[in-house]
């Protein structure tokens, strides 16, 4: 019974004491943030970039350093004929046609390089990045090479004309060229790159396949005007067409008389009488 009566005493004595701060406040501590620590220096730019044979790109990207230093860029392996706009912050570079050229056949060449970025209060401390620039191979076409696209001749005469075919992805060919359109024009390679074309048409030919008229000396004949075209080919699938036109006039029929004049006109040139 004591022992109760001396436990609710104490109770008593202890609810008389304020448990709040004498400012009638509760104060609640709160920790400070956590700081996170940035990058002293840093470069915004991507890992890797697609560009292509023959057209421009321009890569842009920025470069952080702590006040009041400036940022010094430099450049390791930097792509021939690539160049730094500093004040864009570009880096542009137009890839040749041979910048995408791989010897494994895969479509495609991985210029890599290596950005290094320092400050002016600090040239001793850096950071550096490495960027794959990835140049896809673009496969050109070829092209007929002709120093002209309209021929005319008569019949019984030969016409000889010389073609050059031109790849530039693969210079020194196979190549084979075809003719659609016209009968007797054979094709001969003289070189890899080099053709002739030989046409021969007989007489008769104009009258044969007479399709128009020619003015041809003393007046107007029949003549066979030919929409030809020429085509080349490579192993690599590619094709090009070049279209070119031939005109067979009407040799001039020569009479009995002409005849006798062209035979006494021999006879005179060789000094026979």
């Known amino acids: 019974m004591k022992k109760w009566i001396v436990l609710l005493g104490l109770m008593l004595i202890s609810c008389k004491e304020n448990p709040y701060p004498q400012e009638g ?3 609640k501590n709160t920790p400070p ?86 400050s002016t209060e600090d040239e001793f401390l850096a950071v550096s990045k490495k960027v794959s620039l990835i140049v896809q191979d673009v496969s050109r076409g070829i092209s007929i090479k002709t120093s002209k696209t309209e021929f005319s001749l008569k019949e019984g005469e030969t016409l000889q004309h010389y073609i050059q075919i031109e790849d530039y992805d693969n210079p020194v060919g196979p190549f084979k060229v075809l003719a659609t359109g016209i009968q007797g024009l054979n094709i001969t390679a003289v070189s890899d790159t080099e053709f002739q074309l030989t046409f021969s048409p007989q007489i008769g030919f104009a009258k044969l396949f007479a399709n128009s008229r020619c003015y041809s000396g003393s007046g107007y004949t029949d003549c066979a005007k030919m929409a030809v075209t020429l085509m080349a080919y490579s192993d690599e699938n590619k094709i090009v067409m070049q279209d070119v036109t031939i005109t067979v006039v009407k040799a001039p029929v020569i009479t009995s008389s002409q005849q006798g004049q062209q035979s006494q006109s021999q006879t005179d040139e060789n000094g026979e009488m």
């Open 25 to 27: 406040e509760i104060t």
């Open 33 to 118: 943030p956590l700081e996170i620590n940035k990058p002293i220096l840093s470069l915004d730019i991507e890992s890797h970039y697609y560009l292509q044979e023959g057209v421009w790109a321009s890569i842009p990207f920025d470069a952080f350093v702590p006040e009041p230093g400036e940022p010094i860029v430099r450049f390791e392996n930097l792509p021939e004929g690539a160049e730094y706009v500093e004040e864009d912050k570009l880096i542009k570079w137009k890839p040749s046609f041979e910048d995408g050229d791989s010897t494994s056949g895969n479509g495609h060449k991985v210029h890599d390089f290596t950005i290094w970025l320092s």
